[in-house]
């Protein structure tokens, strides 16, 4: 009995019991939430599409005259070298079929954790219309400072023939991002995912001009 | 154990006389940030009420199979597999509060007053005086909670919980919802608790 007890496997086997059940639990968890939480962050990335690509104030506008921009999803596959990445490239219509804009989708390694988020564009890419941060665990009070209005409106109508640089102290220059103070990581892996977004959908958004718009609304 | 506190005990005491946050100042953390509404403080203190709860009775149930050497990394395993639940359950249900908490949910795994309760109590104690101790505790954290999320609510926008309370004419005191709001209300409330018990006490200060 104390030799059993002895044995590595005898001193942890409540540990590694524990860790596999409620491994197990978690899992359930995730796959019971899962969907609902996916349904939620669908039903907010639909909802700021007009705000990412008309502003705050227009897109106030079209809800109060009762509109809404057609919004049809695309997945857009680009090939980088062995890699390909996968965006989502949603096409914004008004309601008479003018193209409105497009907002893709992306994600990549913030500071803490993954940083998800939505890129505006006007309808021929060649202007970014606004930026919002769909996820992110940046640390609170620096890094989560991403999320503000003031420092996402740094993006705001900006043309998309220069990438978005990050700089201490902007002096105002072409695509300056004031980077935010005890949190240059995570300021220049938004831009960084804004910049690749640009680069890697600008050339692509015209194939998709003639989807229709039967997605969701 | 006949000195170990009874259930009603552990339940009176985590309200005022140890409350986790006026007596002990732990899980400052929290009390720090979420206190600039009482939305995000009562779903705050209702998270933490939920973990406690459940990592309390678990350990307890575990008490006797506890190896002092690996019991710190089995409170934090069943700490941590609570609050992921929590999470979930708030991105799922409640998807603009859990934005909102943002990582101060996920952060409720390093509260030390969760990890506290299982030493101190939960990991000696039976699961029904475990269960007890952490319903003391929770509500204390949370009367802590909502009475800071109050004054800072009240004073910085002028209402409750959204609502306009004071007159139109209270030039809200934008600091209180800020961060350096919280240690002023916190300090202040934590001096008047420690008067107030004081002077029952017939201490002096």
Known sequence: ?217 | MADQPTATERFLQGILPENPVYRQLLGLCPTLAVTNGMQPAITMACSVAFVLICANVVISLLRNLLKPHLRIVIFTLTIATFVTIADRVLAAYLYQMSKTLGPYIPLIIVNCLIICRCEVCASKQSPFIAASDALGQSLGFGLALVSIAAVRELLGTGGLFGYQLLPAAWPDWVIMVLPPGAFITLGLLLGLVNWYSARKSGGSI
């Open chain 1, 1 to 217: 009995m104390n030799a059993i007890q002895r044995t590595n496997l005898g001193q942890a086997w409540l540990v590694l019991l524990l860790a596999l059940l409620f491994g197990m639990s978690l899992a359930g968890v995730q796959a019971a939430l899962g969907p609902k939480i996916e349904e939620n962050k669908l039903k907010e990335t639909l909802e700021k599409v007009p705000v990412v690509i008309l502003g705050q104030q227009a897109a106030d506008e079209l809800n109060a005259k009762g509109e809404t921009l057609v919004i049809t999803p695309n997945t857009v596959a680009v090939e980088k070298g062995p890699v390909t990445k996968y965006y989502t490239l949603y096409k914004a219509d008004f309601k008479d079929g003018t193209l409105a804009g497009w907002v893709v989708k992306t994600k990549g390694q913030g500071y803490a954790d993954k940083i998800e988020l939505l890129v505006g564009m006007d309808a021929d890419a060649a202007k970014v219309t606004g930026l919002f941060i769909l996820d992110q665990k940046e640390t609170p009070g620096l890094g989560n400072k991403i999320v503000e209005d003031a420092w996402r409106a740094q993006y705001s109508n900006k043309e998309t023939t220069t990438p978005f640089k990050v700089v201490k102290l902007a002096t105002g220059g072409v695509n300056e991002i004031d980077a935010i103070s005890g949190a240059t990581i995570s300021s220049k892996a938004v831009t960084k995912f804004v910049n690749q977004a640009v680069s890697d959908l600008k050339p692509r958004v015209a194939q998709f001009k003639d989807s229709d718009g039967k997605g969701v609304q």
